[in-house]
């Protein structure tokens, strides 16, 4: 049941499943919700507080994008942010599974 009601909807609190599982005549903590979920594979989380754009932020961002509206596709494909060399962890993942692939005996149907 607890696993089914936060699947439902993932905003629901410990303490609602408390409550909910109390009105279901089971008396349960807290700890013991989380510790239920965790099992379960579920993992609570917060979101970040992140500090809001600023009015100079929004304008310099709006000025970009309405430079850049009309640039081809290809330009952006040379962006430094998208070249495979700044992340040398996701080489290091495709390499890995090229090897492994490589070294995969082939399935045959006889």
């Known amino acids: 049941m607890i696993t089914r009601t ?4 993932p905003r629901t609190t410990r303490g609602d499943l408390v ?7 089971t008396k349960v903590t807290k700890a013991t919700i989380s510790n239920t979920l965790r099992r379960q594979g579920l993992k609570s989380c917060r979101a970040r507080r992140v500090p809001l754009l600023k009015p100079v932020h929004v304008q310099a961002r709006l000025k970009f994008a309405r430079e850049h509206l009309d640039d081809p596709e290809e330009d952006w494909e040379n962006v430094i942010c998208q070249s495979p060399d700044l992340n040398p962890i ?4 495709r390499e890995l599974k090229v090897r492994v692939a490589s070294d995969s005996p082939k399935t045959s149907l006889l």
Do not use: T
Request: charged residues 25%; glycine residues 6%; proline residues 0%.
């Open 19 to 25: 409550n909910d599982l109390q009105r279901a005549g």
């Open 90 to 93: 996701e080489n290091l993942w």
């Open 6 to 9: 936060v699947s439902k909807n």
